[in-house]
């Protein structure tokens, strides 16, 4: 079996690999100014999408361009969290070079959707391939391919730990190769129910000494989290931007959430933001509590609310997840200023970062290889994908680090 790495490899963002010349695995987005696609001219008999965060799937209806109309798999989650994710580029990127399809490419992706659940083995581009639940967000899959010789297991984004939306993966299929993802390979998550007392209690306290707290959220499974966390603590609260939708579309798919009905009643406690008639001037003037995307500061509501509320210490922005370099919720947790519509400005606010992560951490990730000592491990997805393949080198594991655009071989 042939892997070539289009994307992912050695970095977070735009993951990408072609099996076999034929078989397509993700085919995503990196998220730089401008941002980044998969390298290379791929054009794959069919596609498989592990999960619908931007960059594993940012970037699918890309590939329906010209006459090309390569089936799409996914889990029924995953096809319509994708779908809404090319919606949103569409409405911040589309008419520009920054984003490489339109309207009619979306169109085209419905028709050409295949859906499937976890275990239900399917051929596709003389392949079997199976998805299993990774855990990371609903609908997320760790893909296992088969092409009659050698089984590899891609692992797509994962958790080894049960969050409030979704359960762990608990999946170790036998396999002759294992991709995995690094991205949090040097980090140890706190402990969970630690995290989110000290979460609650923050919100609740700068909310009875009259503040407004802004908590910038991803609109995918951190926001769904954060509203389960606010329910279960008789947190009122404001739901802002693309979370709104994504919230009301995970509500369609019980199967692949952990508690359906908890989640039904974190999106009923929530009164969701219209923007209509100056609500979200009115809103930093309560002491209440506003989930709105970007959670990383980098555009949509948060924007607005931010510059409102960054003058008095009273208030409070609390990040909700790992601030990627050049962003401005890095240089806000660095330096206390970022940049909002072209305006650098200080904050005097509170600014409090908690790590909700939904990837496996340095003792997540070795619980989930310890399952496969005698197989051969292939690194992707992470900021150091090369040292954290020595460091399992020195541990006994057989590893490798591809380069982007790197064809590697799998053996049975």
């Known amino acids: 079996m042939e892997v070539e790495f289009l994307g992912g490899a050695g970095e977070v963002g735009r993951s990408a690999l072609?099996?076999?010349?034929?078989?397509?695995?993700?085919?995503?987005?990196?998220?730089?100014?401008?941002?980044?696609?998969?390298?290379?001219?791929?054009?794959?008999?069919?596609?498989?999408?592990?999960?619908?965060?931007?960059?594993?799937?940012?970037?699918?209806?890309?590939?329906?361009?010209?006459?090309?109309?390569?089936?799409?798999?996914?889990?029924?989650?995953?096809?319509?969290?994708?779908?809404?994710?090319?919606?949103?580029?569409?409405?911040?990127?589309?008419?520009?070079?920054?984003?490489?399809?339109?309207?009619?490419?979306?169109?085209?992706?419905?028709?050409?959707?295949?859906?499937?659940?976890?275990?239900?083995?399917?051929?596709?581009?003389?392949?079997?391939?199976?998805?299993?639940?990774?855990?990371?967000?609903?609908?997320?899959?760790?893909?296992?391919?088969?092409?009659?010789?050698?089984?590899?297991?891609?692992?797509?984004?994962?958790?080894?730990?049960?969050?409030?939306?979704?359960?762990?993966?608990?999946?170790?299929?036998?396999v002759d190769a294992v991709i995995t993802e690094s991205t949090y390979h040097d980090v140890s998550h706190s402990d969970r129910a630690a995290l989110e007392e000290r979460f609650v209690e923050s919100v609740q306290t700068t909310v009875w000494q009259g503040g407004t707290v802004v908590v910038p959220v991803f609109a995918i499974g951190r926001a769904q989290e954060i509203l389960l966390i606010c329910a279960d603590n008789d947190i009122d609260c404001y739901l802002d931007g693309m979370a709104k939708g994504v919230s009301r579309t995970l509500r369609q798919y019980p199967d692949y959430v952990r508690d359906p009905e908890a989640l039904?009643?974190?999106?009923?406690?929530?009164?969701?933001?219209?923007?209509?008639?100056?609500?979200?001037?009115?809103?930093?003037?309560?002491?209440?509590?506003?989930?709105?995307?970007?959670?990383?500061?980098?555009?949509?509501?948060?924007?607005?609310?931010?510059?409102?509320?960054?003058?008095?210490?009273?208030?409070?922005?609390?990040?909700?997840?790992?601030?990627?370099?050049?962003?401005?919720?890095r240089e806000l947790v660095e330096r206390g200023r970022a940049e909002f519509d072209g305006r650098v400005l200080p904050v005097s606010a509170q600014v409090e970062q908690y790590d909700f992560s939904a990837h496996a951490d340095r003792e997540g990730l070795r619980t989930f290889l310890d399952a496969y000592e005698e197989t051969p491990i292939i690194v992707n997805h992470g900021d150091d994908c090369a040292g954290y393949a020595d460091r399992l080198a020195a541990d006994g594991f057989e590893t490798t680090a591809p380069e982007l655009g790197e064809t590697v071989s799998v053996e049975p």
């Open 264 to 329: 039904r009643r974190a999106v009923s406690n929530a009164r969701f933001v219209t923007g209509r008639d100056g609500q979200r001037d009115r809103l930093t003037e309560k002491n209440t509590v506003i989930l709105t995307t970007a959670g990383m500061l980098g555009g949509g509501p948060v924007v607005s609310y931010i510059p409102r509320i960054r003058q008095h210490p009273t208030n409070k922005i609390a990040l909700t997840g790992y601030q990627v370099e050049g962003t401005p919720g």
């Open 18 to 174: 072609l099996v076999n010349e034929s078989l397509l695995l993700d085919y995503g987005i990196k998220t730089e100014n401008p941002p980044q696609y998969p390298v290379g001219d791929v054009d794959p008999e069919a596609v498989v999408v592990s999960h619908g965060h931007l960059d594993h799937a940012g970037a699918v209806p890309a590939l329906l361009t010209g006459s090309s109309r390569p089936p799409v798999h996914w889990t029924p989650p995953t096809r319509a969290l994708a779908l809404r994710l090319a919606e949103d580029t569409l409405k911040l990127h589309g008419n520009t070079p920054q984003c490489p399809f339109t309207e009619t490419h979306v169109r085209r992706l419905t028709e050409v959707s295949e859906t499937h659940g976890y275990r239900e083995s399917f051929e596709v581009a003389g392949h079997e391939v199976t998805f299993f639940n990774a855990g990371h967000i609903p609908g997320s899959a760790h893909v296992l391919v088969d092409d009659g010789e050698t089984r590899l297991l891609y692992t797509g984004d994962f958790h080894t730990d049960d969050q409030r939306l979704v359960s762990a993966t608990t999946a170790r299929p036998d």
